[in-house]
């Protein structure tokens, strides 16, 4: 005999005032972390100048070059700071361009008509193709320049908006209040904007932190191929290339370090997107 | 003139599978301004099917629906939206009614939103204020989420949603039967006494036949997608005609220990929906049953000038 | 006595006889206290239950939904899953403490020598499992039987529950069956290795009405017949009234009164009881009704639990737990006021 559990959310009269958070880390601190990044890249006094070699190449971590030099004589620490400031706004900027995109495409799909009908095929093929190539075949067609990076990283985070709009949005059209609000007479457009739309704004912002911490890792590849962001400027991605060759013959500062940098930001945009999930998650259960 | 009038109404679902579901097979009934029907089935009668007809939420395969003289079925969405003023529903489950990430306030006030485009947003508050009040929530909850409250509160947020444009007749699905025995009582209170103030026409569907019983002006019961006896509740209640609602009369239970249990009547199980029966849909259940119950086609026939059954020997009870 | 000992003493004797050294009483519980730890906090669940079963009798739970009326009877069947835990009490069942016993003792006592039925059959039986195999299986664990004997045995089973063609629901799958026949078969697997004691969780919630009182009649037929003892958990007072020689009501997952159903349902002595009662809606009877809601389990109230809804409440009540009073018949209640309007203290 299978033996059901005992469901503590039937067994609890819990008072709504009264719950206690769950043990998840609270949003403020990944959120915390991000913002200081991208504050400290742009004003926080740097010990050397990113873009200018003053230094001894392959320098070793000491008091002077804290994470060392790379192979021109570059800080690493500096360039590592400064780069958060390219990487963290390009990548925050292609999600953002991709999620109105992709919400507004997700709306579409979500309409029984043709227009509906042909959003989802569209969204079939595109997802077919592998998405990094893309993005590498467009910039490099296109050419190196931030614009493009920008571009190729909202296409490939549309498709996982669209989907989500249109997956989210089938539930919460079978659900009851949605009757309700056909019951009391209001429009198409009307259950979409304040009842359908609203019920999944928290899981949309969970996904589009996801989306960042994909395209931290998008940027880093690009750079780290030699396309999209320029060399000479700072990227995390191009930091790694750079120190490539180097890690073999024992100079690991120069790409350890950066990889790390990426590490914890894309960490931080994965907490963010689970304290969404779980602040929006709340206001659900009863 | 009726209120609310459904003739002849059918309602067929094709299921994933190709499988056809006979919810509803041939069902008139119509409701007066300010009385109860009640329609009382077991799940998978077709009573809640029926409801959302009521109020075209769902279309029906064959039929005519009518509301204060209007054909609803012809209506073009904008106007059947205009309608939706003068006809509400209750739903079953609280919770799941309302928008969670609405405010008390915006719940209540959406169907004003909606019907009356004019009022001024003071008088908005005003009326919200007013229906809060009118079922029993305190003020201060007006800011609330329905997460915040309990289930007895979220379904007096319901009831106001419904109310607060002045209906003429609400549908009730189910309104108690997930809540509480103590909430319940205060809930069928509240109906009770709106229906008092306010002189709306009740369509309360249920399967709990001591709330039938206390809030029923006629009822209708209904078995398999059909009804099969209707009239009003006093005569129904004590002198049931058709062999089924004898059987769902004797299923509820006395809570007075002394009172003797009537006796069990019915075998088996009800008849799946996916098969459609030309006879009686109580053939093979009934226990006064004859061969001839399988083949004649039975239909609601008057038994008297208020009372209708759908059987060929009505009344008969089995000893 | 040890809990194996018990259990082989027990073994092969089709319905016990009343010459059991523990006497009449066959489960004791006392004190059983459960607690949930959820992010929202301790849910105290269970706040020292005591009830008792006797042999041959059927003891009726009821109680609103969060009463712990499902957690009591999950408690003594140590079914009880982390995040819930059972934090003190005991149940001796056939002298044996229930609760002291680990994982494979258990089992072999439930199925043995408890029969339980879930709330819902479709979770209780295995979907991706022939029926007979589910059978075979509860065989298996207590009694080796060949598989000839195991078909034989289930058809009985199968037949005595009421159901016409047993070799055909043998062989079909669980999905294949109505929801009364599904609990039919729940019913035939806990009877199956003829337990002296059944434990039922509203077990005839979510079926259809008119097929409630056949699965009733059945359950009630099935312990009558071989003396057996029921513990029945409902939240319906007309099945306690019809159904059941005891009663136990809860709230707030503690006992506020118990005794016998006639006396209990006829002269209820707690102002819940009392209000459970008159919410019934009933033609020509004005609707009493409760207001509030009861205690947040969390932050659990000093003193009487019902204080905040009690149209009788008083001063001690916010402050002192009310001690059980039994009465001459043996109702028991837990509440400050007396009958003849002087304070129990």
């Known amino acids: ?286 | 003139m009726s209120l609310l009038e459904l003739a002849n109404v059918s309602k067929e679902f094709e299921l994933s599978g190709g499988t056809r579901v006979y919810a509803l097979d041939d069902v008139s009934l119509s409701v007066d301004a300010g009385e109860t029907l009640a329609l009382i089935g077991e799940s998978g009668s077709g009573k809640s099917t029926l409801g959302r007809l009521a109020l075209r939420l769902i279309e029906p395969t064959r039929g005519s629906v009518r509301f204060q003289g209007t054909d609803v079925l012809s209506l073009r969405p904008p106007d059947l939206r205009r309608l939706r003023a003068k006809l509400q529903i209750i739903f079953q489950e609280p919770f799941e009614s309302l928008n969670p990430r609405m405010r008390l306030a915006d719940i209540i006030g959406e169907p004003l939103a909606i019907h009356r485009a004019n009022m001024s947003p003071k008088d908005r508050q005003d009326r919200v204020a007013q229906v809060i009040e009118q079922v029993g929530l305190a003020p201060d909850m007006a800011r609330r989420y329905p997460g915040e409250l309990s289930g007895g509160q979220q379904q007096r947020v319901g009831i106001a949603r419904a109310i607060v444009t002045a209906p003429s007749l609400v549908v009730l699905d189910e309104p108690t039967s997930s809540l509480d025995l103590s909430v319940r009582a205060q809930i069928l209170q509240l109906l009770a006494d709106l229906q008092a103030q306010l002189g709306m026409g009740y369509l309360f569907i249920s399967h709990d036949i001591h709330t039938v019983r206390y809030v029923s002006d006629r009822i209708a019961v209904m078995y398999r997608g059909r009804v099969v006896e209707t009239g009003p509740s006093g005569q129904v209640f004590a002198d049931p005609q058709h062999p089924y609602t004898q059987a769902l009369l004797a299923a509820a239970l006395p809570v007075d220990p002394g009172e003797e249990m009537p006796p069990a009547r019915l075998v088996g199980d009800p008849l799946s929906p996916t098969r459609l029966v030309r006879g009686c849909v109580l053939y093979g259940r009934c226990p006064v049953g004859e061969d001839r119950c399988a083949e004649t086609e039975v239909r609601l026939t008057p038994v008297d000038d208020v009372r209708s059954v759908a059987c060929v020997k009505p009344g008969t009870v089995v000893g | 006595m040890s809990a194996l000992s018990a259990i082989r003493r027990s073994r092969n004797r089709p319905a016990r006889p009343d010459t059991d050294t523990s006497g009449h009483r066959l489960l004791e519980v006392s004190g059983l206290t459960t607690r949930f730890d959820t992010p929202d906090g301790l849910v105290q669940a269970v706040n020292g239950v005591d009830l008792h079963v006797d042999r041959a009798e059927i003891v009726g739970v009821v109680g609103e939904s969060g009463c712990g009326k499902s957690v009591t009877i999950r408690s003594i069947l140590g079914l009880v899953r982390p995040p819930g835990r059972v934090v003190g009490g005991t149940a001796h069942f056939n002298g044996v403490d229930l609760l002291t016993l680990r994982g494979a003792e258990l089992r072999r006592l439930r199925g043995k020598d408890i029969g339980f039925i879930a709330q819902n059959p479709f979770s209780a039986l295995n979907p991706v499992m022939r029926i007979h195999r589910q059978f075979r299986n509860i065989m298996a664990a207590h009694d080796p039987a060949s598989a000839g004997e195991v078909r034989d045995r289930a058809r009985a089973a199968l037949a005595d529950v009421g159901i016409a063609g047993p070799g055909r629901v043998l062989d079909g799958y669980a999905h294949q069956l109505s929801g009364g026949m599904a609990q039919r078969v729940v019913i035939a697997m806990a009877m199956l290795l003829n337990p002296a004691f059944v434990i039922a969780d509203e077990p005839t919630t979510g079926l259809d009405l008119t097929v409630q009182r056949q699965i009733l009649d059945l359950i009630r037929g099935l312990v009558r017949e071989h003396g057996r003892s029921m513990l029945l958990v409902t939240h319906d007072l007309g099945v306690v009234a019809q159904y059941c020689d005891r009663v136990v009501v809860m709230y707030a997952g503690k006992v506020i009164e118990h005794g016998s159903v006639r006396d209990v349902l006829t002269a209820p002595r707690h102002p819940y009881t009392q209000a459970l009662i008159r919410a019934i809606p009933r033609p020509g009877r004005p609707l009493v009704h409760l207001t509030g809601r009861p205690p947040d389990l969390v932050d659990y109230p000093d003193g009487c639990p019902f204080r905040a809804r009690c149209p009788h409440a008083f001063e001690p009540c916010g402050h002192t737990v009310p001690e059980p009073v039994t009465v001459a018949s043996g109702q028991t209640y837990r509440c400050h006021l007396r009958e003849d309007g002087e304070v129990g203290l």
């Open chain 1, 1 to 286: 005999m299978t033996e059901t559990l005992a469901d503590p959310a039937k067994v609890a009269v819990v008072s709504p005032r009264k719950r206690r958070r769950a043990r998840r880390l609270p949003l403020w601190v990944p959120a915390g972390v991000v913002v200081a990044m991208v504050t400290a890249a742009y004003t926080a006094p740097l010990p050397h100048d990113p873009r200018v070699p003053g230094a001894a190449p392959l320098a070793p971590p000491d008091g002077e070059h804290w994470m060392g030099t790379d192979k021109f004589g570059l800080d690493v620490f500096s360039r590592l700071v400064a780069s958060a400031g390219v990487d963290i706004p390009l990548a925050l900027s292609g999600m953002l361009i991709s999620l109105v995109i992709g919400v507004l495409l997700g709306l579409v799909a979500l309409h029984r008509g043709p227009w509906g009908e042909r959003v989802v095929r569209a969204l079939d093929v595109f997802q077919a193709f592998p998405l990094l190539i893309l993005a590498i075949a467009l910039v490099a067609l296109m050419g190196n320049n931030i614009e493009n990076v920008v571009a190729a990283i909202a296409i490939i985070n549309i498709p996982r908006f669209v989907r989500l709009v249109r997956s989210e949005g089938l539930t919460i059209r079978e659900s009851r209040y949605i009757e309700a609000a056909h019951a009391i007479g209001a429009s198409g457009p009307r259950v979409m904007f304040r009842h359908v739309l609203p019920n999944m704004t928290g899981i949309i912002l969970a996904q589009a932190s996801l989306a960042v911490a994909h395209s931290i890792v998008v940027i880093a590849s690009l750079s780290f191929l030699g396309i999209g962001i320029n060399a000479a400027d700072a990227s995390w991605g191009a930091m790694i290339q750079t120190g490539a060759q180097n890690m073999t013959t024992g100079q690991w500062w120069v790409s350890v370090f950066p990889g790390l940098a990426i590490f914890l930001t894309v960490l931080c945009f994965n907490a963010i997107s689970d304290a969404l999930q779980d602040s929006f998650g709340r206001a659900r259960q009863r």
